[in-house]
């Protein structure tokens, strides 16, 4: 029997397992002066364009997709000008810090965290007196509005998962033929949801969560939860997709993942899925509901056949 709204919860708790010790992988990041996105293996994980101060960590364990050597990267923008005295471009006084911890989920509460990594943004002295000693640190892209850094890091998990490693390098695709794809893809989650389909909903974004809970050791409880929290948003009557409009392509996962993105400098949509509805909460809040979707192309397949995996 296929995927359905009725059964994705029976068939994502079937696929995942549990081992004598779960590690769960997660970033803690800080950071003066600047915005970014933060990448897990060419995955975006975390996004922070409203210049936050994040207290909470990063989970990064849906971007591992097995044991072994594991990339992160963080893409840099000066702060918003109201924070960065004016100015465009990179004070020298640019902070940006990255740590990695892994800890067992099964034993959460516990004394088992342990500090993967430390990661601080690269600084360089120069003098600023006639002694040699008489020298200041600065941030390397002092005067720049860009930049870019990447390091590693050893992961060990008990499980693995194919995720998008099988798929074909989309970037040497005729990208004139691969974007008409990729916006049918859009424009089909956009009909499945104007048309509340839940069983193509869920078909769609299958294999992207089933991945995501078995690399979190999640229960059925947590699934069920999470499925509900995903597809009741489409009942409510509030719920009104936004223009699909202004966006453009980008590639991650080293060239085998593909998405649509929005061209804006609002903080709020910028560097968002293309695809995004708006709706009322219980309380009259507005909120948004972007539609995250990385699509890839299994090897040897036609176009016909691109799909989400994340």
Known sequence: MGITANNIVAKTVQQVQHYPKEPIYYLYVANSLCVYEILVNDLPVHQNYKYEQLATPIYINRAILKSGRQKITYRLYPAPKEFNGGSDVFDSDTQFDVTVYQQDFKRPDADTEVLVKEEKLPIKK?????????????????????????????????????????????????????????????????????????????????????????????????????????????????????????????????????????????????????????????????????????????????????????
């Open 126 to 310: 120069i003098q600023v007196g006639d002694k040699e000693s008489q020298t200041k640190e600065e941030f390397v892209a002092k005067g720049q509005k860009y930049y870019e850094y990447s390091f590693y890091f050893d992961a060990e998990v008990p499980y693995e998962n194919e995720g998008w490693s099988n798929g074909e390098d989309l970037r040497k695709i005729d990208q004139d033929l691969l974007k008409q794809w990729v916006v049918k893809f859009y424009n089909l989650r956009k009909k499945t949801v104007e048309e509340n389909n839940k069983d193509a909903l869920a078909r769609q974004v299958f294999e992207g969560l089933k991945e995501q809970f078995v690399s979190e050791y999640q229960e059925r409880d947590y699934i069920k939860d999470a499925w509900n929290e995903f597809i009741t948003k489409y009942d409510n009557p509030t719920y009104q997709l936004q223009p699909f409009e202004n966006y453009k392509m980008e590639f991650f996962g080293d060239g085998r993942l593909v998405c649509l993105r929005q061209i804006s400098n609002d903080a709020r949509y910028r560097e968002k899925s293309a695809l995004f509805g708006k709706y009322k909460d219980e309380n009259g809040n507005t909120r948004a509901d972007f539609h995250r979707l990385y699509l890839y192309l299994p090897k040897g397949e036609g176009l016909e056949y691109i799909q989400m995996i994340r």
